[in-house]
């Protein structure tokens, strides 16, 4: 009797077991609209995993190249931090961060770029990337972060590393959110249309260069309509 219920608590760890692995992989999804976007800004690569955790240095990178092609000519030839010199692969970004103080280093005048980065210090470097450093001072980052839809949608636990599926929320929420206090002159200012002067457009795709619901298009494939 003891070998049959040890049996039988083993299969039942080993079934909870692979059901959290199908539900950690079911989990990490983007939406059409994240993965067409984050795809066209050269962010989001099918083939990597989305629950790989993110470096400090990588998700820097990916921070300053939401919005910036080229870094390399905003910035100075001088050391970045201790440990990020000028032949590193994460200089620009970094050095950028830097200057605009989004990132401050660990006090000891490192940045530590190869080191797993939290999600909480990737909200936080987000929140000052967009602008809102001092707002979000007087009410704390992470409540401000999620008051303004910056952290919204991403999944972690407090301590936890980044994962990439997180930082391309992240990602997508910077380019995403309403920075009309920045802008006033506009009422639907955001990253995406200040600095990729793109637009969204919410309507029905008649014709996507391929085929329209009458047949075959008749415009290029560079073009698309919508109703």
């Known amino acids: 009797m003891k070998k049959i219920i040890s049996f039988l608590l083993i299969l039942t760890l080993c079934i909870n077991v692979v059901s959290f692995s199908a539900f950690a992989q079911e989990e990490y999804k983007l939406?059409?609209?994240?993965?067409t976007l984050l795809t066209a800004i050269g962010m989001y690569d099918k083939n990597v995993q989305l629950s790989q955790e993110v470096t400090r240095g990588e998700f820097a990178?990916?921070?300053?190249?939401?919005?910036?092609?080229?870094?390399?000519y905003l910035i100075a030839e001088?050391?970045?931090?201790n440990d990020v010199g000028v032949d590193s692969e994460y200089y620009a970004p970094v050095m950028l961060l830097k200057n605009l103080k989004v990132t401050l280093g660990d006090g000891n005048g490192n940045f530590k770029p190869n080191e797993k980065i939290l999600a909480n210090d990737a909200i936080v470097m987000a929140v000052r990337f967009l602008?809102?450093?001092?707002?979000?001072e007087k009410t704390g980052y992470i409540p401000f972060a999620a008051q303004k839809g910056i952290s919204k949608g991403m999944q972690y636990?407090?301590?936890?590393?980044l994962s990439l599926y997180n930082a391309l929320i992240l990602i997508f929420n910077v380019l995403d959110?309403?920075?009309?206090?920045?802008?006033?002159?506009d009422s639907t200012a955001t990253f995406l249309k200040a600095y990729r002067t793109l637009n969204k457009i919410e309507g029905v795709v008649e014709d996507d260069g391929?085929?329209?619901?009458?047949?075959?298009s008749e415009i290029s494939k560079d073009e698309i309509v919508i109703d």
């Open 61 to 72: 990178d990916m921070l300053v190249r939401s919005i910036f092609d080229e870094p390399e």
């Open 31 to 35: 939406t059409d609209e994240q993965m």
């Open 177 to 185: 959110v309403d920075v009309s206090e920045q802008y006033p002159v």
């Open 157 to 161: 636990s407090y301590e936890e590393n």
């Open 131 to 136: 602008g809102y450093t001092k707002l979000a």
């Open 210 to 216: 391929i085929i329209n619901k009458y047949g075959l």
């Open 78 to 81: 001088e050391k970045a931090f």
